[in-house]
């Protein structure tokens, strides 16, 4: 009996900045960001849209279509929790008026921490003697330093992926390989809001563990790279995508005439993120998701995905595209979010950016911008309110 992903759905923020705009600010080519980095917008999020209203907002479609009541396991991964203590998954449970009896449970490793909830659900799903169901959330926004190298990388964006026995898009495979190492590539202190980079470094330690990880796949499965049809990969920004089949195809094949075959096998699920930016814990799942938006030949074919969180893990594993996969989809929804977007001028993405959430804990109350179906409200005694949007 197999067990996967029956349904998946994606959300990002109802405001973009155009890099033309931000390269203009800061005095660069656009190109630069454009063919360099492969990314044209980065989804902003307003004072009243965080991790939890995107996980909410990916996340009601596919309530929507089942019996709230058989979500017995919630697990919220996220880098950009809101609180120290609270799950970031009980304020989504309450917004989704999910049932008491839940597992509700917050998951952090940097951008792979989406992975790590896909596996722990899955796992939890086989074992159960009852026929219930987990809802994975992968919620995040990225930010760095005004004028820092990572700036035209920032976006937002949450995925959430119901995961079930006989799933309707996707069969996960029993084998995966990781790797695991400790470094300082990439992580943000608890007192800051904004992520440190070792750009450089952390190119080259992605690569690595991507090489690792498929390394450790491969002698676990015993599979050649010719038996996985499409890649999907962790993209910080959609040229690393490439960047990382290309290293994966010369350990595969030991050969170095890889950048042709590279964009074929993993171009088709960059779309998303070339106009959101990088997401963290969603960002694998958002190029998942724009793969199967964007490819109607998927059934029945193997898919390769690797996830890599800083800091850092990595784990490359792998399923197989249900043949009625086309059937449950919310692609009209997504490509619809997508081009019914506010575009900023690059004066108020720094206003927004520059606003920070009051550590007072007296009453505030926010205001309203275009959300998806949930908004943060504001505070009140230090605690947050959310609220449904009425429509």
């Given at each position: ?31 630069k ?11 902003i ?14 996340a ?27 799950a ?94 400790d ?138 595209v ?18 019914d ?28 911008y ?15 309110v ?6």
């Open positions: 009996m197999s067990v996967g992903i029956d349904l998946i759905s994606f959300y990002t923020s109802r405001y973009y900045l155009g890099l033309e705009s931000l390269a203009q600010a800061r005095g660069v080519d656009y190109e960001y454009r063919s360099g980095l492969g990314q044209e917008k980065m989804a999020p307003p004072p009243d849209e965080d991790v939890i209203t995107m996980g909410a907002s990916a009601k479609p596919i309530l929507d279509q089942i019996d709230v009541n058989d979500v017995e396991l919630l697990l919220f991964a996220t880098e950009s929790g809101v609180d120290q203590s609270k970031a998954g009980l304020f989504v449970h309450g917004l989704l008026n999910l049932s008491n009896r839940c597992r509700v449970v917050e998951l952090k490793e940097a951008c792979y921490s989406g992975t790590a909830a896909l596996q722990l659900a899955a796992a939890q799903i086989s074992q159960s003697l009852h026929s219930t169901k987990a809802l994975v959330i992968a919620s995040d926004v990225a930010r760095y330093d005004l004028g820092s190298p990572g700036e035209p990388t920032q976006g937002c964006g949450a995925v959430a992926m119901l995961v079930t026995l006989n799933p309707r898009i996707l069969a996960l495979d029993p084998e995966a390989g990781f790797h695991a190492a470094v300082m590539d990439f992580w943000r202190p608890s007192y800051r809001d904004e992520a440190l980079v070792d750009g450089k470094f952390s190119t080259k330690v992605y690569l690595d563990t991507a090489v690792s990880a498929w390394e450790h796949y491969v002698e676990r499965s015993g599979r050649t790279i010719s038996e996985l049809y499409r890649f999907c990969y962790h993209l910080p920004f959609t040229r690393m995508g490439i960047k990382a089949h290309e290293r994966v195809l010369q350990a595969a094949e030991g050969s170095n005439d890889t950048a042709k075959h590279a964009s074929e096998a993993v171009s088709e699920g960059f779309a998303y993120t070339r106009d959101t930016g990088n997401s963290y814990t969603a960002s694998l799942f958002e190029s998942f998701a724009c793969l199967l938006d964007n490819n109607s030949e998927l059934a029945g074919k193997r898919i390769g995905l690797f996830s890599y969180g800083s800091g850092c893990m990595g784990e490359f594993f792998s399923g197989v249900d043949p009625e996969y086309q059937k449950h989809l919310f692609s009209a929804d997504h490509k619809a979010m997508l081009e977007r506010t575009q900023l001028a690059y004066q108020e993405y720094e206003d927004i950016f520059n606003l920070k959430v009051p550590e007072d804990g007296w009453k505030y109350v926010f205001a309203q275009r959300t998806g179906p949930f908004r943060f409200g504001g505070i009140e005694e230090h605690k947050r959310y609220e449904a949007v009425e429509t």
